[in-house]
């Protein structure tokens, strides 16, 4: 039995992390499963980005397609893992869950409308996924409330496709943005390309899972100043013992 082809997208704009570029090019795969080609793409247009590495994808003889965003670092292979989660669970859209870059403990994994783009999701946090399992897909987010119909929204920071027929038919990956008018007041709501791209994998019957196998972590500058008050923490907790 042959390696399986992977389309491994490594989209850029500006800097590149050196553990993301670690993940992507030596340390998202082992073993002689999957024969792994990268496409470094940069562009600051993000669903052109995607979109032109989408149809590299599906102009190639590609098993599966893998897309890891320069700000992210995944320990271990993760490539191995999400593609075992697919066959395992016969989904076609696997993905590494990943924090938000502040301090609230929100991650980008979502529970969404199906049928509206518009409506509030339902972020997952830190806290919640420790108590999923290492896999899971929406049945598993049963518990948590959210009224009407659901569905589960990934992100692509880091993940796995695994080639079907659907992904002929998938429109590309596509922002979304307008302005509502509430109570005389103009308001800006957007919809980003992973969330887009989970309510039509949900209403096009593509199974979407997530996956904590695999520890991330999201990178972000910032900048620490000392003109305001901030922080989690009032006074050095270390010290505690000797106050």
């Known amino acids: 039995m042959g390696k399986k082809r992977v389309l491994l997208s490594l989209p850029r704009c500006g800097q590149v992390e050196p553990e993301s570029r670690f ?11 999957f024969h792994v080609f990268t496409l470094d793409n ?3 247009a ?3 980005n995607f979109n032109n590495a989408w149809c590299e994808f599906l102009n190639g003889d590609y098993a599966y397609f893998g897309m890891l965003h ?4 995944v320990s271990g292979p993760w490539i191995n893992a999400l593609a075992d989660a697919l066959n395992e669970r016969d989904a076609g859209i696997a993905h590494m869950v990943m924090a938000i870059k502040d301090e609230r403990g929100l991650t980008s994994t979502a529970i969404g409308d199906p049928g509206d783009p518009w409506r509030p999701v339902r972020r997952i946090t830190a806290n919640e996924l420790m108590g999923l399992p290492l896999v899971f897909d929406v049945h598993d987010l049963s518990y948590l409330q959210y009224r009407g119909e659901r569905c589960l929204l990934p992100n692509t920071g880091c993940m796995l496709v695994k080639r079907g027929d659907w992904c002929e038919k998938f429109p590309g990956f596509e ?3 307008r302005l509502i008018e509430v109570d005389g007041k103009r308001h800006a ?6 969330w887009n791209f989970g309510r039509w994998a949900a209403n096009n019957g593509v199974r979407v899972i997530g996956s904590r196998q695999c520890e991330t972590t999201h990178f972000g500058r ?5 003109n305001y008050s901030w922080g989690a923490w009032k006074f050095d ?7």
């Open 46 to 48: 993000l669903t052109w």
């Open 70 to 73: 320069s700000d992210i670092a």
């Open 237 to 243: 907790e270390d010290a505690r013992g000797e106050m």
């Open 222 to 226: 910032f900048g620490f100043k000392n």
């Open 175 to 177: 922002i979304r943005n």
């Open 42 to 44: 940069s562009n600051s």
């Open 189 to 194: 709501q957007f919809e980003p390309e992973d």
């Open 23 to 33: 993940s992507g090019l030596g340390g998202g795969w082992h073993g002689d499963h």
